[in-house]
């Protein structure tokens, strides 16, 4: 049987793989593993999204099932909506970072969180078996909702101190990505009292501003706007809105493992005795920082649906990716830009410093990543060659070489792009420059062969 699912959802390339038939079949799998009730649909901003939303919400309707059209708004917007609306499940029509061409679904359960990769796996045997649910005599019916946005936002302020934070008239840039957060980051900024400055404002579905990705080599704008402006903070969202990356008030980028160390440390302070969960791939120093306020942290496999999962059965207060995922569980156990906006906002009123001073407070971290696009034979041969070449590795999530406690290379193949990712951390940014190029190179002479 094949595979539907990848990292984060089903995505694909519009009109290719992603073709009309295929999402019609998709949601009439997926409406069979919902089996009743429902159903929250959203969408991104890219060209193909308005056209999948009304082919999703037919095919919904076809199958018997009712679902309310929330138009476009960030994913972290929709999953929040379903859990507090009530409704039985979402779906996300979301190719978050990947290029333009591309467009996807994401399924969200009723507690507004993707679903798991158990519950993946039932609809990829329905939809490979062609077991759907027979067609209903009674057809659903579709209508428009337009709660979600001021939903989000409100849950979001009552997760921080609004009157302090309003106190303080932070100036804050936004780098919207021509994503979705546009329609709901403006409005946060200026229900906190906040200036704002945005780059990227205009939602467009080949996002011709920077791309859908936030990334140290597009985010050169972000980092002068703020210097330009004297501002206290910079934010640059992906394309759905549920990862940031911050700019701190010196124009310097942080990754997002550091934007998760100082948020984790800032949190935990409040709330000792928490559960952390992030990422094999994630730095080691929130090892050291947990530690401080008697807390634990729990390691899973890459991707958000692992961390969240994982949050839910341990009830844990924070998770993160290094990719600037971040989820803070007393608000929702998903990737939420927009509600970590909001948390570094109160970090930086409550800690009377700047994110500058804030960082130099924190374990030395020296982390990275890089990619290289490959086939998936050549995924397959570079993961056999090294794990030939360290019989020891730790192989639970593509392979992942650790050299000592600040010393580890990790390799493995995008679930969502036909590239192979590589992370490393290392105790000294040259050292962690030399370990990287080192083994790009090694990977790069195992697809040459």
Known sequence: MGKLFGTNGVRGVFSEDFT?????????SISTYFKEGTILVGYDGRNSSKIVSKLVCSTLNSAGMDCDLTGLVPTPCLEFATKTLGYNGGIMITASHNPPEYNGIKPVASDGVEISREDENVIEDIFFKKNWKETSSVFGSTR??????QTYLDGIKSQVDVSKIKSRKLKVVLDLGNGTQAVTA???CEQLGCETITINQEIDGTFSGRGPEPTPYNLEELSSTVVNNNADLGIAFDGDGDRSIFCDNTGVLLSGDKSALLLSNYLLKKNPNSKVVTCINSGNSIDEIVTQTNSTVMRTKVGSIEVSRKMLTENALIGF??????????HNQVRDGGMTLALFLELLVDSNKSISEELATLPPSFTTKDKISCKKEDVDRIISKLSDEFPNADTTDGIKIVFDKKNWIMVRPSGTEPIIRIYAESDSEKNLETLMTEYIQ???SFVDR
């Open 186 to 188: 403006i409005k946060l």
């Open 442 to 444: 090694k990977i790069k």
């Open 321 to 330: 990716e290094e990719n600037g995922g971040f989820m803070f569980g007393k």
């Open 20 to 28: 009309l038939e295929f999402v019609h079949d998709l949601i009439l």
């Open 144 to 149: 428009n909702d337009d709660r979600a946005i």
